[in-house]
T-cell receptor, first 112, second 118 residues
Framework: GEDVEQSLFLSVREGDSSVINCTYTDSSSTYLYWYKQEPGAGLQLLTYIFSNMDMKQDQRLTVLLNKKDKHLSLRIADTQTGDSAIYFCAESNSGGYQKVTFGTGTKLQVIP | GAVVSQHPSWVICKSGTSVKIECRSLDFQATTMFWYRQFPKQSLMLMATSNEGSKATYEQGVEKDKFLINHASLTLSTLTVTSAHPEDSSFYIC??????????????FGSGTRLTVV
């Protein structure tokens, strides 16, 4: 079945860039998502990218997609302490209402 | 490791009937499980948090008598949608917390259940 993998932990210094990586196995993935979960809160959709795109930028967030290698990354520029959270990569093979497969989440720790 | 199995993946039911969704942790003990609901093209909405052996904690606006959550064992949590109506049609997904390297933890998710009420 589909599999989405992420590293579990990332630590960066405030002001540096963070890069969270994700790999997936489903070649029919259409949408790829990044969610953020802050302590005690639900998942917040940060951004998503269609599989026919290579890059999407939204303010401090840059998503890169390498469809050939099935590799997705989320870059957070000028990382702030408020960015400390768990980030989930997810994929689905149609418009956001079908089966969604999530990674295990990457815990981002921002050191002041 | 840290696999959660969710069943069924897809169910259609008649209005007024009840539907039970199961979420099992296969290779670890899940003391805490979460139930989410996702509307089309929106973020997952946390419905409730359940701890094994105690009552679930529901988020504001979620009817606890309608969405019954049971977490009677360390490997099984169930969500029962009672007297389902078409507006309950949605994508429901469970999540379980697992620990690694001592005090750190991560979240693993079931594959989701698409409920359609007709």
């Amino acid at each position: 079945g589909e599999d989405v993998e992420q590293s579990l932990f990332l630590s960066v210094r405030e002001g540096d860039s963070s890069v969270i990586n994700c790999t997936y196995t489903d070649s029919s993935s259409t949408y790829l998502y990044w969610y953020k979960q802050e302590p005690g809160a639900g998942l917040q959709l940060l951004t998503y990218i269609f599989s026919n795109m290579d890059m999407k930028q939204d303010q401090r967030l840059t998503v890169l997609l390498n469809k050939k290698d099935k590799h997705l990354s989320l870059r957070i520029a000028d990382t702030q302490t408020g960015d400390s959270a768990i980030y989930f990569c997810a994929e689905s093979n149609s418009g956001g209402y079908q089966k969604v497969t999530f990674g295990t989440g990457t815990k981002l720790q921002v050191i002041p | 490791g840290a696999v959660v199995s969710q069943h069924p993946s897809w169910v259609i039911c008649k209005s007024g009937t009840s539907v039970k969704i199961e979420c099992r942790s296969l290779d670890f003990q899940a003391t805490t499980m979460f139930w989410y609901r996702q509307f089309p093209k929106q973020s997952l909405m946390l419905m409730a948090t359940s701890n094994e052996g105690s009552k679930a904690t529901y988020e504001q606006g979620v009817e606890k008598d309608k969405f019954l959550i049971n977490h009677a064992s360390l490997t099984l949590s169930t969500l029962t949608v009672t007297s389902a109506h078409p507006e309950d049609s949605s994508f429901y997904i469970c999540s379980a917390r697992f620990s690694y390297q001592g005090s750190n933890y991560g979240y693993t998710f079931g594959s989701g259940t698409r409920l359609t009420v007709v």
